[in-house]
């Protein structure tokens, strides 16, 4: 079987050993359901303890603000639902044009039911206008939502900035932190946030399982009714192995941050020089000075990203064009649109995102075979014949 180099960390990621290991009696001898009134199950609960406080030293959090989901779209969906709820006077959203579309598809669809909402643009290096943002806020603001670090440029916005703009205003702030947990340093206790959503299975853990911290004394309101799992917050069964596994792969990231911004950065560094030095007219999309360590998003002018990807999987290299979320679609990155990436550029984007997993070896191979990918492609480029090249 040919080995698989995976540089598509972005999208989901390896479930860590040590995670798989915590997860296993949940499957076997450990069972029971921890909301039951016998042991056997009850006593489960002190796992699920464990775990959230694992998450909560992982972000600089008390475990009570620790609620379980299934995933980051549904603690986005949850966070944005909750301040829509609590504030039923107030009827603005503010949020970007880059959001991943767990918070973009859903802000549009607030703005379907009546909603006011404010799709903050970013300049052609994918950053945020800090005034913009600050005009855009108003008292009828119910919720600020901003992305911690984009999905697919690896672009980081200044989240405690902007939520220090909305507390001051009296507004909630949210941020989608799904891509930042695990790979930058995050310490909520002295910060403004009032929510904010992490998906496990973009840390090493399952997929399955995510978590929405909610400030303390926040106002919220529940989007999962039934039960009165996680404190009455999010009803249904708790997915115990699921959370153990979460837990234990957030406890291993508190000791793997460092990891991620020297180690994988300086591979993702050797990688894009690699690239620019081998082949002609490329285009780094985002801020190279103010992104996430493992991501590298690049255009090749003239040839179509699908194509790219697909004699890529050939050698058995993974990346992707955007979000897997928008897999499927063959439009340009509605992401590289809001950044005014020209469209010869946008069509041919690809995102590389490491993991500490990756080596090496793997980085010489793809600068290897990249480069003979790009000269197959742009020799039967009708784009590259019109242009006379």
């Not at 006593?43 to 995933?71: H, M, P, W």
């Not at 897997?324 to 995102?351: D, N, Q, W, Y």
Request: glycine share 8%.
């Amino acid at each position: 079987m040919q080995k698989v180099i995976y540089f598509d960390n972005n999208a989901t990621t390896f479930v860590a050993p040590e995670a798989m290991e915590e997860m296993l009696p949940f499957f076997k001898t450990r069972y029971g359901n921890p909301s039951s009134m016998h042991e056997f199950g009850g006593e489960n609960k002190k796992y699920v303890d464990k775990a959230r406080q694992q998450i909560a030293d992982l972000i600089g959090a008390n475990s009570k603000e620790i609620i379980f989901t299934s995933c980051g779209t549904e603690s986005d969906n949850t966070a944005i639902w909750s301040a829509l709820q609590t504030n039923p006077q107030k009827r603005r959203i503010v949020t970007t044009k880059v959001e991943h579309p767990a918070v973009f598809e859903t802000c549009k669809w607030w703005e379907g039911q009546g909603y006011e909402v404010t799709f903050l643009p970013v300049d052609e290096q994918g950053n945020l206008n800090l005034h913009d943002v600050d005009d855009a806020i108003k008292k009828d603001t119910a919720l600020v939502s901003v992305m911690w670090a984009n999905n697919e440029t690896g672009v980081i916005f200044p989240v405690e900035q902007i939520a220090k703009m909305a507390k001051d205003k009296g507004v909630l702030f949210h941020t989608d932190a799904v891509q930042a947990v695990g790979k930058l340093p995050v310490n909520l206790k002295n910060s403004s946030i009032d929510m904010l959503s992490v998906s496990g299975h973009k840390l090493h853990a399952p997929k399955g399982v995510g978590m929405l911290y909610v400030r303390e004394g926040t106002k919220f309101e529940s989007f999962m009714k039934g039960g009165h799992q996680e404190l009455a917050r999010r009803a249904g069964t708790e997915n115990l192995a699921y959370i153990a596994g979460f837990g234990k792969a957030c406890e291993l990231a508190v000791a793997k941050v460092e990891k991620e911004n020297t180690y994988v950065k300086n591979m993702r560094d050797k990688l894009e020089k690699g690239i620019i030095e081998k082949i002609s007219d490329v285009k780094i999309n985002g801020d190279t000075k103010n992104r996430l360590p493992n991501t590298l998003n690049i255009s090749f002018k003239y040839v179509e990203g699908e194509s790219i990807l697909l004699m890529l999987s050939e050698k058995g290299i993974c990346a992707s064009s955007g979000s897997a979320c928008t897999s499927g679609s063959l439009e340009p990155s509605h992401i590289l649109m809001a950044m005014k990436v020209p469209f010869e550029f946008a069509h041919g984007s690809i995102r590389f995102s490491l993991s500490i997993y990756n080596t090496e070896e793997e980085i010489d191979f793809v600068l290897k075979e990249l480069p003979i990918i790009i000269e197959r492609l742009r020799k039967i480029s009708p784009f590259v014949k019109k242009d006379g090249k």
